[in-house]
C-alpha cells in the first residue's frame, strides 16, 4: 500500500498493485477453467448473472485495498485522494464505450439512478409526453409513473412489446406509434422516449440505435435504459443519436456493485441542472451561471463509497487479461445460444429466439408445462428468463444447462402439480400488470395453503395463483 499522507494526486496503479494473477503469461480458458478465479461458494451453480454480476477475486482484492487506501486518511481521500483515479475511470470507460469526450461521461450508483436522475431534470410542463415500453423495467417505469402523477397535464404513451416478434415487427410498431404520439401532441411540447437497449424481462436485445433514429428524425428525446448493455455490445455512443445513456458495470463487465454510467452529450447537459442529490457544486440558473456544470456536480455530492467506481480500472484489466471485449462478447453469445439450445432439448420445449436475433448472453427458452396449464394460468409463466451463460463471459459450461434443465423440469412438474390441488380464493388473483404493481400485496403473495397459516411466498405471474415455494426459482416478473 502506497504512503499517502501527501497530498499529490496518486494514480490508482500505485494504490492497487498489479498482483500475480495479472502477471501470469497467459489466462485459463472460457468456462469451467476460470472458475476459481471468481468467489462461488463450492456447489453453487449461479445462473443469473443478469441481475447483481459476479466479482472476479482479482477485483475484489483491489476493492480491499482501495478500501484500506480510503481509511488510511479520509480527509485526504475525500477531499483530493479519490478524484484523480476516478477521472481516470471516467477516461477508460468513455474510451471503452465510444463516447467522444471524458466529460459526456459520469458515474451513478446504478442504472435506475441515472434514469432517475434524467427524468427528474427535465422541466416537465402540461401537455408534455413521455413514452414508455409494457417491458420498461419496473423502477423506471415507476419513475415515469410519478413524474405523470405530479405533473398536471403530463401524457403517458405506452407501447406495446409482445414476444416472441422480429426486430423489423418492432421497428414498424415503433415508427407507426411514434409517429401517431408525434401527430397528436401539442405543438412546441417536448416528448421524451425511453427505450431499452436490452430489455431484461424477457431478455432480448432490442434495435435501440435504429428506434432512437426514429425518434430523432421528429425531434424527440432519447433515453436508453441500457442497464445491460455494457460488457455485452459494442455501443460506439458518439455515433448512437441518443441523448443519454445509461448502463451498469456491476452487471456484464465484472466491477463492484453498484456502479453504472450515465452518458450525455454536451448537447443534452444543458437540460441537467442538478444532481440527486444536490451537489455543493450546483448554481442557480441565471445570467451567472455557467453553460453547465453538471460534470462537477457528478463528481462530489455525498460522502458515499467511491470503491464501487474505482473497480472499473481492475475489471478492465481482468477482462483483457482473459481475452479482451470481443472475445468475452462472442464467447457469451455463442454460448447462450447453444446453451439454450440445449436448456430445450433437456426440457422437451423450444427455444423463443431461434433465428438468435434477440440474442447476446442471455437466452430465453420455454418452460415445461403442459400446453393447457399455459393458457389458463398466463401466457408470462409459460416463458423463463434464463440468464444465459452465468457470468457466462467466463465461467459457465454446457453441462450447466443440463443441470438446470433437469431442475426446471422437476420444479415445473411440482408447480403443476401444486397448482391442481391449491385452492385460490378469487380475491388473490391480479388480472393485468397494471393491477400487479399497484396492489403489490395482493398482487404478488399468496398465504400458506395451511389454513392460511404459514410465510407468504412470491408468484410466477400477472394472474396470481398459489402454486408453492418452488415458485421463485422459476418465477419471472412480468
Avoid at 471468481?38 to 453453487?44: E, L, P, V, Y
Avoid at 439512478?113 to 410542463?125: A, H, I, M, Y
Avoid at 481482468?318 to 447453444?338: D, F, M, S
Wanted: aromatic share 8%; glycine share 8%.
Amino acid at each position: 500500500m502506497s504512503n499517502t499522507q501527501s497530498i499529490a494526486p496518486v494514480p490508482i496503479d500505485q494504490i492497487v498493485k498489479a498482483t500475480n494473477i495479472l502477471q501470469q503469461s497467459s489466462a485459463p480458458k472460457f468456462g469451467h477453467e476460470l472458475l476459481p478465479y471468481f468467489s462461488f461458494k463450492q456447489g453453487f451453480l449461479n445462473l443469473n448473472n443478469g441481475s447483481y454480476g459476479a466479482l472476479p477475486k482479482v477485483v475484489t482484492e483491489a476493492c480491499n485495498e482501495l478500501m484500506a487506501w480510503q481509511e488510511e486518511n479520509t480527509d485526504f481521500y475525500y477531499r483530493i485522494g479519490f478524484i484523480p483515479p476516478l477521472i481516470g475511470v471516467r477516461e477508460q470507460l468513455a474510451q471503452l464505450v465510444g463516447a467522444s469526450d471524458v466529460d459526456e461521461l459520469v458515474m451513478v450508483p446504478n442504472a435506475s439512478t441515472g434514469l432517475g436522475v434524467v427524468l427528474r431534470n427535465f422541466l416537465w410542463q402540461c401537455g408534455d409526453t413521455i413514452i414508455r415500453c409494457n417491458t420498461t423495467y419496473a423502477t423506471v417505469y415507476k419513475t415515469i409513473q410519478y413524474i405523470h402523477d405530479v405533473t398536471p397535464g403530463l401524457e403517458i404513451s405506452e407501447f406495446q412489446l409482445l414476444f416472441p416478434t422480429t426486430r423489423q415487427a418492432i421497428l414498424d410498431g415503433w415508427q407507426k406509434h411514434i409517429t401517431n404520439v408525434k401527430a397528436n401532441a401539442p405543438q412546441g411540447q417536448k416528448i421524451v422516449a425511453v427505450i431499452d437497449s436490452v430489455v431484461a424481462n424477457p431478455a432480448a436485445a432490442m434495435p435501440w440505435k435504429e428506434m432512437v433514429k426514429i425518434c430523432k428524425d421528429v425531434g424527440i428525446w432519447t433515453i436508453i435504459d441500457g442497464a445491460h448493455s455494457v460488457g455485452q455490445e459494442d455501443l460506439h455512443l458518439a455515433d448512437c443519436g441518443a441523448d443519454f445513456f445509461v448502463s451498469n458495470c456491476h452487471k456484464w463487465l465484472n466491477t463492484k456493485r453498484g456502479a453504472a454510467f450515465l452518458w450525455m452529450p454536451k448537447e443534452s447537459q444543458k437540460i441537467m441542472l442538478t444532481t440527486i442529490p444536490t451537489s455543493a457544486s450546483y448554481v442557480t440558473p441565471g445570467p451567472d451561471r455557467p453553460e453547465t456544470n453538471i460534470v462537477s456536480q457528478f463528481q462530489y455530492n455525498g460522502t458515499i463509497d467511491y470503491t464501487t467506481y474505482l473497480s472499473v480500472h481492475v475489471a478492465l484489466q481482468w477482462r483483457e487479461w482473459v481475452g479482451g471485449e470481443a472475445a468475452i462478447h462472442q464467447y457469451c453469445n455463442n454460448l447462450a445460444k447453444k446453451g439454450g439450445a440445449l436448456l430445450a432439448q433437456t426440457m422437451s420445449t423450444k427455444v423463443m429466439d431461434p433465428n438468435g436475433e434477440f440474442t447476446m448472453a442471455m437466452v430465453n427458452v420455454t418452460l415445461p408445462f403442459p400446453s393447457d396449464f399455459q393458457a389458463q394460468y398466463d401466457a408470462s409463466v409459460g416463458t423463463a428468463l434464463i440468464y444465459g451463460g452465468p457470468e457466462s463471459a467466463h465461467k459457465s459450461g454446457m453441462n450447466d444447462f443440463e443441470i438446470l434443465g433437469n431442475a426446471l423440469v422437476t420444479i415445473c412438474s411440482e408447480i403443476v402439480s401444486e397448482h391442481k390441488s391449491a385452492n385460490v380464493p378469487q380475491n388473490c388473483k391480479a388480472v393485468s400488470f397494471s393491477s400487479y404493481l399497484e396492489q403489490p400485496l395482493k398482487g404478488a403473495v399468496a398465504l400458506d395453503s395451511n389454513n392460511g397459516i404459514g410465510a407468504p411466498r412470491p408468484v410466477t405471474s400477472t394472474k396470481v395463483t398459489l402454486v408453492g415455494y418452488h415458485t421463485q426459482l422459476a418465477s419471472i416478473r412480468p
